[in-house]
């Protein structure tokens, strides 16, 4: 079966920085997306990376290493706006977008 | 511009009632996705329409139907509701064609259904 696999909840400090790990085992890889979802709200794109390698967008960053079926996504300068829920989904070998159940994450003043 | 709107907002329906959650874009998008969220659950499909007059079954489309008669529109019917419905609906919708930098799906706001 197909399986993603994300941490179900994190906490980090505002001001300080954050990793959110995200391992997928898929039938076959064309594209990994990082979504946002504040409570309440439709998920926002946040990156997209079909390459390994690391994608810098501002204060946050994403990776991928597609040989260890990983990626993370890096927050930076946490705000308190970014406690939110963050969603990892792969695009398989059939152009499927398969996800994540999410990872909330809580910042703490 | 719009994007993707989604009506009702939220909806209490009695089980055993039809019920359709509409949902229009206005970005020209080919793609188009109806999905269920879940607590605890990651986001789950349950029809899709990868362009206008076609349509196909995602991961749980059972009790559900669509049809995709125009590019804007993809409404989701429940032809007789049940409470395992009761979820958060989101349309979705993307630009599907080859060489497109970013294939990502842009979200409706939701619909809050709940079936008692």
């Known amino acids: 079966g197909q399986n993603i696999d994300q941490p179900t909840e994190m906490t980090a400090t505002e001001g300080a920085i954050v990793q959110i790990n995200c391992t997928y085992q898929t039938s076959g890889f064309n594209g990994l997306f990082w979504y946002q979802q504040h409570a309440g709200e439709a998920p926002t794109f946040l990156s997209y990376n079909v390459l390994d390698g690391l994608e810098e967008k501002g204060r946050f960053s994403s990776f991928l290493s597609r040989s260890k079926g990983y990626s993370y996504l890096l927050l930076k300068e946490l705000q308190m706006k970014d406690s939110a829920s963050y969603l990892c989904a792969v695009i398989d070998s059939n152009y499927q977008l398969i996800w994540g159940a999410g990872t909330k994450l809580i910042i703490k003043p | 511009t719009a994007g993707i709107t989604q009506a009702p907002t939220s909806q209490i329906l009695a089980a055993g009632r039809s019920m359709t959650l509409r949902c229009t874009q206005d970005?020209?998008?080919?793609?188009m996705y109806w999905y269920r969220q879940d607590l605890g659950l990651g986001l789950r499909l349950i029809h899709y329409?990868?362009?206008?007059?076609?349509?196909g079954k995602g991961e749980v489309p059972d009790g559900y139907s669509v049809s995709r008669a125009n590019t804007d529109d993809f409404p989701l019917t429940l032809a007789s509701a049940v409470p395992s419905q009761t979820s958060v609906y989101f349309c979705?919708?993307?630009?599907?064609?080859?060489?497109?930098?970013?294939?990502?799906?842009?979200f409706g706001p939701g619909t809050r259904l709940t079936v008692l």
């Open positions: 970005m020209r998008h080919n793609a």
């Open positions: 979705a919708s993307s630009d599907e064609t080859s060489g497109r930098a970013q294939p990502h799906q842009f």
């Open positions: 329409s990868n362009t206008a007059g076609t349509t």
